[in-house]
Every structure is written in C-alpha cells, then in structure tokens.
C-alpha cells in the first residue's frame, strides 16, 4: 500500500514564509530602535568634545583620508589584478609572488597610517577621555 503524504498548498507555505520574514524583520528593527535609545543618541559624548579638539580630530581625519587614499587604491587594484591572474588557465608563479609582496608593502603601510592616525586622535583628548574612548564610551565626532 503506498503511503500518501499530504500536500500543503504552496501559497499557503509562501504566506506563512512572509508572514514569519516580515516578523522578523519588525522585530529587527524594534529592537535596534529600542536598543539606540536606551544607549542615547550616537552624536551624545560621555564627556563632551571641545570645539578645539572636535577640529583638531576633523584635520586628522582629513590627512589620513589625504595619505590613505591612494594606498588604499592601488591596494584594490593589486588584488583586482592578482584574482585576474589566478583566473588564468596558467597563472605565472613570479607575477604572483610579486603581487603577493606588493599587497603585503601596501597593507602593511596602509596599517602605518591607521596607527599613526589613531595616537594623533588619541593626544588630542585628555586622559580620561581616552580612557573612555578606548572602552568605546566617547562616540565619533
């Protein structure tokens, strides 16, 4: 005797399906809403940046974004061009050392610059406020 399963109408699955996406997704966003006012807005500082010191961090930023930009441009375009290679049906070993060394040299500088960029942020606040900036209390300008 073969056994005869059930068939559940497929549109009935599909609103079930939405009707448990669409829960989630409500309670994503509730949660998140809820989450971010417990927490305070994201421009409110634990201790308040001075005008001086919110200007001082601008200019840094800027100078980093000035000195990391390239880097961070030829950073892709040296991976774009080693998966191109790796594609290939014979990949040359050489050239893709070479791009291997040239991604380390740029990635290795590029950290460089986000250390360097991180101190320079860092002396800019006062030590209690570096404190809090390193528990993740002091909110980005």
Same mark, same amino acid.
């Given at each position: 005797?073969?056994?005869?399963?059930?068939? =559940? /109408?497929?549109?009935?699955?599909?609103?079930?399906?939405?009707?448990?996406? *669409? @829960?989630? *997704?409500?309670?994503?966003?509730?949660?998140?809403? *809820?989450?971010?006012? &417990?927490? !305070?807005?994201?421009? &409110?500082?634990?201790?308040?940046?001075?005008?001086? %010191?919110?200007?001082? =961090? %601008? &200019?840094?930023?800027?100078?980093?974004?000035?000195?990391?930009?390239?880097?961070?441009?030829?950073?892709?375009?040296?991976? %774009?061009?080693?998966?191109?290679?790796?594609?290939?049906?014979? /990949?040359? @070993?050489?050239?893709?050392?070479?791009?291997?060394?040239?991604?380390?040299?740029?990635?290795?500088?590029?950290?460089?610059? =986000?250390?360097?960029?991180?101190?320079?942020?860092?002396?800019? *606040?006062?030590?209690?406020?570096?404190?809090?900036?390193?528990? !993740?209390? =002091? &909110?980005?300008?």
């Amino acid at each position: 005797m073969a056994s005869v399963t059930p068939r =559940i /109408p497929w549109k009935w699955l599909f609103f079930v399906s939405l009707f448990f996406n *669409l @829960s989630v *997704l409500f309670s994503f966003v509730v949660f998140q809403t *809820l989450d971010r006012a &417990a927490s !305070g807005s994201s421009k &409110a500082y634990h201790f308040p940046l001075s005008q001086e %010191q919110k200007q001082a =961090i %601008q &200019a840094i930023r800027r100078a980093y974004r000035v000195n990391a930009q390239p880097i961070r441009a030829e950073l892709k375009h040296t991976r %774009q061009v080693l998966w191109q290679t790796l594609t290939q049906a014979q /990949p040359d @070993s050489t050239v893709l050392d070479s791009l291997k060394k040239r991604i380390v040299e740029l990635d290795y500088t590029l950290r460089q610059y =986000i250390y360097h960029y991180y101190i320079r942020e860092m002396l800019v *606040l006062t030590p209690q406020q570096r404190q809090e900036r390193l528990k !993740g209390k =002091i &909110a980005q300008p």
